[in-house]
């Protein structure tokens, strides 16, 4: 098993461009959390945007990522681009928040400013949780703080280069359901604008090297992570817990029916 870092360690790691591989969750479930958290993965990254999920179920994951044995530490994509979501994953005791449609330079400045305490950024401070383990002077919190800006829009692609070179930032994200969406696709895996795709990533990629920023994609399986991960990028997820669930349920319900008499 993988040794665990501390948030420090791991935003460290993270800004130095090191390789690092996380998990994605979408379900309620701290128990799943706790087993995830001791699997070996980097980080497990809570989906408030798309997840099933609160606040409360929120904190209770990244209260589980805490367990005994936990190589993990908790990422949070927020909801949005908005202080108070942003704050209240950081309050929660998230290592660092993953902020969506970011189309823009000012867009990540504002994600930047939310995670930052004053004279840096807008960030209230009250972190609650997150005071017990990140910081809690604000310097040493933002030491320990990562933010990381989504590329998924046509806005995001096209103003990429000035994303990554925003003040403060510590990485880009690519979604690539909706970056396909973005550049023609008509569906979230449509093959027929793969070309167009591979660019766009090729794109984004160089941006976060020239910046010197990590770079991370969202992927479907290990296998992509590994692939990605291979092209260059720095960090990436493998989705997601609720699609494993139902194709490890799937696999295993047709291995029985096969071997019945």
Same mark, same amino acid.
């Given at each position: 098993?993988?040794?665990?870092?501390?948030?420090?360690?791991?935003?460290?790691?993270?800004?130095?461009?090191?390789?690092?591989?996380?998990?994605?969750? &979408?379900?309620?479930?701290?128990?799943?959390?706790?087993? /995830?958290?001791?699997?070996?993965?980097?980080? /497990?990254?809570? %989906?408030?945007?798309? #997840? &099933?999920?609160?606040?409360?179920?929120?904190?209770?994951? /990244? /209260?589980?990522?805490?367990?005994?044995?936990?190589?993990?530490?908790?990422m949070?994509?927020?909801?949005?681009?908005?202080?108070?979501y942003? #704050?209240?994953?950081?309050?929660?005791?998230?290592?660092?928040?993953?902020?969506?449609?970011?189309?823009?330079?000012?867009?990540?400045?504002?994600?930047v400013?939310?995670?930052?305490?004053?004279?840096?950024?807008?960030?209230?401070?009250?972190?609650?949780?997150?005071?017990?383990?990140?910081?809690?002077n604000?310097?040493?919190?933002?030491?320990?703080?990562?933010?990381?800006?989504?590329?998924?829009?046509?806005?995001?692609?096209?103003?990429?280069?000035?994303?990554?070179?925003?003040?403060?930032?510590?990485?880009?994200?690519?979604?690539?359901?909706?970056?396909?969406?973005?550049?023609?696709?008509?569906?979230?895996?449509?093959?027929?604008?793969?070309?167009?795709?591979?660019?766009?990533?090729?794109?984004?990629?160089?941006?976060?090297?020239?910046?010197?920023?990590?770079?991370?994609?969202?992927?479907?399986?290990?296998?992509?992570?590994?692939?990605?991960?291979?092209?260059?990028?720095?960090?990436?997820?493998?989705?997601? %817990?609720?699609?494993h &669930?139902?194709?490890?349920?799937?696999?295993?319900?047709?291995?029985?029916?096969?071997?019945?008499c």
């Open positions: 098993m993988a040794t665990g870092r501390t948030s420090a360690e791991f935003t460290a790691a993270l800004r130095a461009r090191e390789r690092l591989i996380g998990y994605w969750s &979408l379900l309620d479930s701290p128990i799943a959390a706790e087993r /995830l958290a001791r699997v070996g993965y980097d980080y /497990l990254a809570f %989906d408030a945007q798309h #997840g &099933l999920f609160g606040y409360q179920g929120m904190l209770n994951n /990244l /209260l589980a990522t805490d367990t005994k044995g936990s190589t993990a530490v908790g949070v994509r927020v909801e949005a681009n908005d202080l108070t942003i #704050g209240k994953a950081l309050d929660a005791g998230a290592t660092g928040v993953i902020v969506p449609l970011i189309d823009n330079a000012r867009d990540a400045a504002d994600a400013a939310a995670v930052r305490y004053p004279p840096l950024g807008r960030r209230s401070y009250g972190p609650m949780r997150a005071q017990l383990r990140i910081g809690p604000p310097a040493d919190t933002h030491e320990q703080t990562a933010v990381l800006a989504m590329i998924e829009t046509a806005d995001g692609l096209a103003n990429v280069e000035e994303i990554c070179a925003t003040p403060g930032l510590d990485g880009i994200y690519v979604g690539p359901s909706d970056l396909r969406l973005a550049i023609g696709g008509a569906t979230s895996t449509d093959p027929s604008v793969q070309e167009e795709f591979e660019q766009a990533l090729a794109r984004i990629s160089k941006a976060a090297e020239a910046a010197g920023i990590a770079a991370g994609i969202h992927n479907a399986d290990g296998a992509s992570a590994a692939r990605r991960l291979a092209e260059g990028w720095t960090f990436a997820s493998v989705a997601a %817990d609720v699609v &669930l139902q194709q490890v349920a799937t696999s295993h319900l047709d291995a029985a029916r096969g071997g019945a």
